[in-house]
Nanobody, 123 residues
Framework: QVQLVESGGGLVQAGGSLRLSCEVSKQSAMSLSMGWFRQAPGKEREFVASIISWRTDIQYADSVKGRFIISRDNTKNTIYLQMNNLKPEDTAVYYC????????????????WGQGTQVTIAS
């Protein structure tokens, strides 16, 4: 069983930055493809970014390209989402997710999910 624990959410002003962290319990976390998703009130959960372990392939949603950076530290079994130039429309609960296999932007393909962390951007 894989457990994911997110941290780093909070309330910031528009234009500010936050860094989210997701600690993965599984020792062989390197075998997992990891992703960040978000869900705003009344909306479906949507893809934000993903990364795989053995390559540097990274994917971003168009809405966050140039502002968000996903990274991972395999020595700490942790992935990060650096969020810069935040906008009110970035307000959502952010979820960390993991899957065995190739990275994907499809929320339905992820096997494990964290509990989520709230990010609120004030205008």
């Amino acid at each position: 069983q894989v457990q994911l624990v997110e941290s780093g959410g909070g309330l910031v002003q528009a234009g500010g930055s936050l860094r989210l962290s997701c600690e993965v319990s599984k020792q062989s976390a390197m075998s997992l493809s990891m992703g960040w998703f978000r869900q705003a009130p009344g909306k479906e959960r949507e893809f934000v970014a993903s990364i795989i372990s053995w390559r540097t392939d990274i994917q971003y949603a168009d809405s966050v390209k140039g502002r968000f950076i996903i990274s991972r530290d395999n020595t700490k079994n942790t992935i990060y989402l650096q969020m810069n130039n935040l906008k009110p429309e970035d307000t959502a609960v952010y979820y960390c997710a993991a899957r065995l296999g190739a990275q994907s932007a499809n929320v339905r393909l992820y096997d494990y999910w964290g509990q989520g962390t709230q990010v609120t951007i004030a205008s």
